[in-house]
């Protein structure tokens, strides 16, 4: 078995931090937002990460365990503050966050080239739809899917992620919440 270390930051978990959101939907296909986000979503949704990391890692094998499992918590870590701007006329998306170098790329689902900050390439697929932003991480073995679905009015967004990779017996999904604080 390989060692897992770069394994999350290789699939844009380490750097990324997205997923998908639920919010009511607005049938306007102009959305667009500018702004700063805060996680929001608590202790109770931080243990319930760390609970999905656990029953992911238990299933590692024994001698990586360890090292899997601070490597995941740390790569699936709230990144807060975390940068975002969505531009309905250009199509275009930008995110950035204190442990992530910008990302940015069309919304029409071209693949953009991007470096995670342990220097790990990832190609990255971004779409959106509405208040729905999707990002798709591959590289090195994994595969990682993060919908962040804005409320309305721009101002709180819901994250669901989905990571896998090769060297994880399982798919890890969690949530995060966040609120727009600038």
């Avoid at 931080?46 to 490597?71: F, L, S």
């Avoid at 009015?153 to 896998?164: H, N």
Wanted: glycine share 8%; charged share 25%.
């Amino acid at each position: 078995m390989t060692a897992i270390p770069g394994v999350l930051a290789s699939v844009g978990v380490a750097s990324a931090g997205s997923a998908a959101l639920l919010c009511p939907r607005r049938a306007s296909a102009a959305f667009g937002v500018r702004g700063t986000f805060a996680y929001s979503g608590g202790r109770a949704q931080e243990q319930r990460r760390a609970a999905a990391v656990e029953e992911v890692v238990q299933e590692v094998n024994v001698i990586i365990r360890r090292m899997a499992r601070e490597r995941i918590l740390k790569g699936t870590a709230p990144k807060s503050p975390l940068e975002i701007e969505l531009d309905p006329s250009a199509r275009v998306a930008s995110l950035r966050a204190p442990t992530m170098p910008l990302l940015r790329g069309s919304t029409d689902g071209r693949p953009v080239a991007w470096k995670t900050a342990d220097g790990d390439r990832n190609t990255v697929n971004i779409t959106q739809r509405g208040e729905v932003l999707s990002l798709r991480f591959r590289g090195n073995g994994g595969d990682s899917r993060y919908v962040y679905r804005f409320a309305p009015d721009g101002q709180s967004l819901l994250l669901q992620a989905s990571v896998t990779h090769r060297l994880m017996p399982k798919s890890l999904r969690f949530r995060l919440s966040y609120r727009k604080v600038a």
